[in-house]
Each structure stands twice: as structure tokens, then as C-alpha cells.
């Protein structure tokens, strides 16, 4: 039977905290926000065809951990009657925004909120519905998103949250960063156009030290592609793990912290200039795949689990990047704090991991779900050899399981090895789950 024609629906709420909150990025127990530099949103594209309906949300969060996923999406069925293995969430991983993983006071009620916009995000995009055609396609930008891993001129490593920078003159990148800008259009007759973007930078203008309230990048690319075009915007962070919107080496630096919205201007008027080259989708069948696949856990370093709770207990003390906390980590043999608390997890962990993968299909348009923080590379690899005219890459999704470093990456001992819950070539096995569920379905 042939299928029906796709209909889209858009719906947005806020999730604005009220009065003091912790923040999400760094120490989430110490930092406390004192203002906002913007606002924070939930984002759901609703598609509908046939008997099917899903709902996308991409959210104003560091990530979508299970357990936060698991209460927004009860009420979110609980509004929508749509089940549950039809929401999809992801996170734009700001590290700005308020951290609802710790406990806190106040954090109870915050979640209630949360899932509160989660609902009415999810019912307002099931009311806005209208049949739609698709279309699709990419630009590559210049110097928007660097890998984070430097080359140093005596032949080791440094980089974000991981060595120094005394071992010699910084050189170059460990690898090539993916500055694709990934879009699919829903135009619809009588209402607004639905516009899905997708890049991979982390959301890190705001340092583990700020204590303002923000979207970071994702919230001025939405204003900025709004403003200049009459369409509605869900912004998704693509392979991001190792990549961040700007560098080390001067050269290459185009922004400064406080530049973010000039960044996300400059992001949105890539998909602008791009918007009149997007190709029509002529098949529209849509198609949903779960799988759970196990891996090993990592198990490294658990000789180092006597002296986690001492480092800890630093951390309470003092905040768990405070000087003398990463002084007495680095003394106890942890590369960091985080590192000391992985152990920790490591330690009290099974032998193996589970990961529910998602992938999505419009035809030959293919859309991936990964639980976790995927290298640049891993993006890539999955891009080039998915059967698809274009995989759209969507990252810190649901369950979000960390960081999944590359070989690379946990070769040069990078921040994300340290702390990863997974064994190496972990990441590059995944690529392949992904590219083997987008190929089994479009036989």
C-alpha cells in the first residue's frame, strides 16, 4: 500500500528556571547562576504519516540521561498519547544550562517544569500538523569547529581538559574536524516551513566558570535564521565529542567567548545562503529501527579505587576543579576529578554496557540517534558509508551514556578516554551498528 503524505508540526516551550539554579558543565555542585544571557528551550518536530506519528525534541541541556529522559517522556505520553519508543530526545549540550542530573534544592521542582514544557512542546507540535514536503542538504563551513586534541612541536598531545601546554609549541590538530552543516526543510502550505539543522561544535562558550544561564550557540543561530526567514528552527548537535567552536591555535581562532551570538549569526547565514540549493525528497515513507546492542566495559585503572573517596572528599570541600582538587587528583595518579568518579562508576559496574541505537528513514534521507558524545570521525565514517543521499547526524541523545573517544583519541590519553564508560574501538563498532541498521532499512 502506498503511504500517505508526510505531515509536520512544530512546537516550542520554555524552560526557564525560576530564581537561583545549579548549572550544568564543570562543577554543578559550587556553580550556582546569578543571570541569563538568554533563554532556554524545548524544541519538538512532530511527523506524522499513516498510522505513525514521532516526536523529535531537541532540548536546552548539557544531555538526556536516563533518568530525565525516562520522567519527561512519561509525561509526554501521558499528554500526547503518543508511545514511548516513538519520542526521541537530544540535547544541545550546553554547558550553561541547569544541571537537573544533581541534587539540589530546588532541583525537584525544576524537573517538574521540565517535563511540564516537555508535554506542552509535544502537544503543540501535534496541533500545528500539516502535510509537507521534504528537502535536504548540507554546507561545509570554514573554520566554524576544530577538533579540541593538539599536536605539540615535540611530538606529544594537549588539549581541552587534558595535559598542558608547556611540552612545546602547539603545531597542529590531532585530526580533521567535520564542518558539515546539515539541513532538512519541511515546507508546508499555510504555515511556517520547518527547518532541522545539525552540526557538530560543542556547546562550550560559556567556561566552567561563568555563572550566566545559556543556549550558547544553538539559541543565536535559531534567532538569526528565524529573523531572516519565514520558517520555524530545531537546531541538533551533531559529532561533537572531540569538536568545539573554536581553537587554540591562533591562527585558526575566529571566536572569543563572549562572540557567541556573532558565532551563531555567522552559523545561521551558512544555512541561509544554503536554503536555495536544498534538493526535494520525493520519497517520503518513514521508518523507525531500534536495536540494543551490548558492549564491554571499561574496566581500566580500578587499582586507583582506594584513593577516589579522598579525592572526592576534596571535591565536596573545595569543588572538583578547584586547584587543589586537580592538584590531589593528579598526586593520586587520576588525570581529574572526573576521572576519579569514573573509576568509581567502572568499579560498581557489569562487565558489559547496553545502548539502545535509533535510526530514522525518509526515503533515502537517513537520520541517526547515538546515545553518547561521538568523535568527529565516527560522523564522518557513518556519513560516507550509510546507503543514504544524506545521514543527518543527531548526538547526546536519549540514555546519553558520555563520551565515546576514538582509537586516536584514546591512544593520545585525550579527557574523554579518561572518563569514557567504554572499551576502545568501541566507538568505531557503533559507526559500523549504524551504518548496518540504515542499511537494513533501506532493503
Excluded at 573509576?343 to 547496553?354: L, Q
Excluded at 560522523?379 to 551514556?401: H, L, Q, R, V
Aim: proline residues 3%.
Amino acid at each position: 500500500m502506498e503511504n500517505s503524505k508526510l505531515q509536520a508540526g512544530f512546537g516550542r516551550a520554555s524552560i526557564m528556571p525560576e530564581g537561583v539554579v545549579h548549572l550544568a558543565g564543570g562543577d554543578a555542585a559550587k556553580r550556582r547562576s546569578t543571570w541569563a544571557k538568554d533563554t532556554l528551550y524545548v524544541t519538538c518536530v512532530a511527523l506524522k504519516q499513516d498510522t505513525q506519528t514521532l516526536l523529535i525534541y531537541t532540548m536546552d541541556l548539557i544531555t538526556a540521561d536516563s533518568a530525565n529522559a525516562e520522567d519527561a517522556k512519561a509525561a509526554i505520553v501521558e499528554a500526547t498519547g503518543i508511545p514511548e519508543e516513538n519520542i526521541l530526545l537530544n540535547a544541545t549540550h550546553t554547558h550553561a544550562s541547569v544541571s537537573i542530573r544533581t541534587n539540589w534544592e530546588g532541583v525537584q521542582e525544576y524537573r517538574k517544569l521540565f517535563c511540564a514544557a516537555m508535554a506542552q512542546a509535544g502537544v503543540d507540535a501535534l496541533a500545528n500538523l500539516a502535510e509537507a514536503e521534504v528537502y535536504y542538504g548540507d554546507t561545509m563551513t570554514e573554520q566554524m569547529t576544530f577538533v579540541r586534541h593538539y599536536k605539540l612541536s615535540d611530538g606529544s598531545y594537549a588539549g581541552a581538559n587534558f595535559g598542558n601546554f608547556k611540552n612545546g609549541e602547539i603545531v597542529g590538530h590531532s585530526s580533521e574536524a567535520d564542518g558539515q552543516l546539515q539541513m532538512v526543510k519541511f515546507a508546508r502550505d499555510g504555515k511556517k516551513d520547518i527547518l532541522m539543522t545539525a552540526f557538530g561544535a560543542h556547546g562550550t562558550f560559556a567556561s566552567t566558570a561563568d555563572t550566566y544561564i545559556s543556549a550558547d550557540f544553538p539559541s543565536p543561530t535559531r534567532d538569526y535564521i528565524e529573523a531572516n526567514c519565514d520558517c520555524l528552527v530545531a537546531h541538533f548537535i551533531a559529532a561533537a565529542g572531540d569538536q568545539v567552536p573554536s581553537s587554540r591555535i591562533k591562527t585558526e581562532e575566529r571566536y572569543g567567548r563572549e562572540e557567541y551570538r556573532e558565532y551563531g549569526a555567522a552559523l545561521g547565514q551558512y544555512v541561509l545562503d544554503a536554503l536555495p540549493r536544498l534538493k526535494k525528497l520525493e520519497d517520503v515513507s518513514l521508518k523507525l529501527l531500534t536495536r540494543t546492542v551490548t558492549y564491554p566495559a571499561n574496566k581500566e585503572k580500578l587499582h586507583l579505587l582506594p584513593f577516589v573517596d579522598e579525592v572526592v572528599a576534596k571535591a565536596k570541600e573545595l569543588g572538583n576543579i578547584h586547584k587543589e582538587t586537580v592538584a590531589l587528583a593528579r598526586e593520586k595518579g587520576f588525570s581529574s576529578y572526573f576521572e576519579a568518579t569514573a573509576i568509581r562508576g567502572r568499579a560498581n559496574a557489569p562487565d558489559t554496557r547496553d545502548l539502545c541505537l535509533r535510526t530514522m528513514t525518509l526515503g533515502k534521507l537517513g537520520f541517526i540517534f547515538a546515545p553518547y558524545e561521538m568523535f568527529g570521525t565516527q560522523g564522518m565514517y557513518i556519513k560516507e558509508n550509510a546507503p543514504c543521499d544524506m545521514t543527518f547526524i543527531i548526538t547526546c541523545s536519549e540514555g546519553a551514556k558520555g563520551y565515546m573517544p576514538s582509537k586516536l583519541g584514546i591512544q593520545i590519553g585525550c579527557y574523554e578516554s579518561c572518563v569514557t564508560q567504554f572499551t576502545p574501538g568501541t566507538a568505531e563498532a557503533l559507526a559500523e551498528d549504524f551504518v548496518t541498521m540504515l542499511t537494513d532499512m533501506q532493503e
